[in-house]
């Protein structure tokens, strides 16, 4: 079956959660975050490409982030890069991109991958990948991959397993929780009924169509018109019907709501990188949990901060505790590291009044 598989790197989001690094003009996708010499796209790109062909691989984006994939990927082909006119979550991507796939294979099952992600041990990163499409080829399934946690993290989203299957760490899904606050998230520990949601999901082109024109009322119009697009084949021609569908997310939008969504408890060491909070997962720190991303800094005193600044410029800095210091074009931002809705409200100041982006 691996002659059906494909993948679908969502690289359309604008980030907004790691500003002022990651700005609207130039998304955390496109950032080479720790010093490594390739973006994070750079990054899924090659991922997948180590087990899957390139004419197997697309990748969806904003048209404005367009030369950005041009600039970072330039091995991939034309035809393999999705461009969309309008942000409108990851329903209409992964739509859009199930469209597409479909009209080149009709029993084409698809991974949809987030390109902002930290993943260790590539090789089980593999197996579990694989297992899961072949999971998802047997019949009208859809899936989501899962973690288990290590501690009650408030920036991941969760998913709830529900009753077993006869394939080993699969479950029906139960339900998707989003951040929760830390009491919920102790409880998720202590259950052990719920993982971190990966946001990578697996499906086969016709269950997930037919979850979209059964759940979402504009889908039962525009999917034939995305068929229609579909058959031009030219991924530049932009897509009209965007315009008309409602921003969904696909967990919620979809997923959550259907009756043929299971669970993979995966075994790949796993980070988003959402929030400032969470972006140190996996990656060293000092001895007083500082970390340094990129950046040249003397700390004194100081513990479980992360600071981000440009090349070309050092902070000396004394006496701080668990905050975000990260400096990017003309915007420097100090803000206590866990707490996101400051520093979205300080994103939104930012942009409101002094008309930065």
């Known amino acids: 079956m691996e002659a059906h598989n494909y993948c679908l790197i969502l690289a359309g989001g604008i980030g907004s959660r790691l500003w002022p690094m990651s700005r609207k003009g130039h998304p955390k996708q496109f950032i080479d975050i720790f010093g490594t010499g390739r973006t994070l796209l750079q990054e899924t790109y090659e991922r997948f490409r180590r087990f899957m062909p390139a004419d197997h691989i697309y990748i969806s984006t904003n048209v404005d982030y367009l030369s950005l994939v041009y600039e970072q990927l330039p091995e991939v082909d034309d035809t393999h890069i999705l461009e969309e006119p309008l942000h409108r979550g990851t329903v209409a991507s992964v739509a859009w991109g199930t469209v597409f796939i479909k009209n080149i294979d009709p029993e084409a099952c698809i991974i949809a991958s987030p390109a902002d992600q930290v993943i260790i041990n590539e090789d089980l990163f593999q197996s579990d990948v694989r297992r899961s499409l072949d999971f998802v080829a047997q019949g009208n399934r859809m899936l989501v991959m899962g973690i288990r946690p290590t501690r009650p993290e408030t920036g991941y989203g969760y998913v709830q397993m529900g009753d077993e299957t006869d394939a080993p760490d699969i479950t029906r899904l139960k339900a ?78 979809i997923m959550e709501k259907s009756d043929n969504v299971y669970v993979y408890t995966c075994h790949f060491g796993w980070a988003d990188l959402g929030t400032w909070g969470t972006i ?9 949990e500082n970390l340094l991303l990129d950046t040249q800094a003397l700390l004194h005193d100081c513990h479980g901060n992360v600071v981000r600044l440009p090349q070309g410029r050092m902070a000396v800095i004394k006496g701080l505790r668990d905050f975000v210091v990260a400096e990017e074009g003309d915007v420097l931002m100090i803000c206590p590291k866990e707490d996101v809705a400051a520093q979205r409200r300080m994103m939104t100041e930012a942009q409101t009044q002094l008309g930065v982006e």
Request: proline residues 7%; charged residues 25%; glycine residues 6%.
């Open 176 to 253: 998707f929780t989003e951040k929760p606050e830390r009491q919920y998230a102790e409880i998720f520990m202590q259950d052990g009924s719920f993982l971190w949601n990966t946001g990578i999901i697996l499906f086969s082109v016709d269950a997930m169509l037919n979850s979209l024109y059964k759940l979402v009322p504009e889908y039962q119009v525009e999917i034939p018109r995305m068929m229609a697009d579909a058959e031009i084949r030219d991924p530049k021609f932009l897509p009209e019907f965007f315009s008309v569908l409602p921003k969904l997310g696909i967990d919620l939008g």
């Open 280 to 288: 140190g997962e996996h990656h060293l720190a000092d001895f007083d």
